[in-house]
């Protein structure tokens, strides 16, 4: 099984940053890419920003220029440093990683989330 541990949230004020962090463990074959989500209560999870196994990353048009996701390989990190926060930032964010286990084919793992609010 694949393990993600997502940390980092909490309460910030609108222009703040925040930092999130997602490790990931278990039986890990390969990862060909990470991903942030966020979710607000009544709406859709909403795909944030993506880093892949390249080192290629893509942003949704409402983060770019304030979220840079990078990562540790060694360490099956990943991180989205997150600047000039707004109010519409607020959500619970997931991480996810799209790869196989050792004797599997590839799927989609989700962490548990973390809270991020901010306020106006």
């Known amino acids: 099984q694949v393990q993600l541990v997502e940390s980092g949230g909490g309460l910030v004020q609108a222009g703040g940053s925040l930092r999130l962090s997602c490790a990931a463990s278990?039986?890990?074959?390969?990862?060909?890419?990470m991903d942030w989500y966020r979710q607000t209560p009544g709406k859709q999870r909403e795909f944030v920003s993506r880093?892949?196994?390249?080192?290629?990353?893509n942003y949704a048009d409402s983060v770019k220029g304030r979220f840079t996701i990078s990562r540790d390989n060694a360490k099956n990190t990943v991180y989205l440093q997150m600047n000039s926060l707004k109010p519409e930032d607020t959500g619970v964010y997931y991480c996810?990683?799209?790869?196989?286990?050792?004797?599997?084919?590839?799927?989609?793992?989700w962490g548990q989330g973390t809270q991020v609010t901010v306020s106006s």
């Open positions: 996810s990683l799209v790869g196989s286990l050792l004797g599997s084919g590839i799927r989609t793992y």
């Open positions: 278990g039986s890990i074959f390969s990862i060909n890419a």
């Open positions: 880093i892949t196994s390249g080192g290629t990353t």
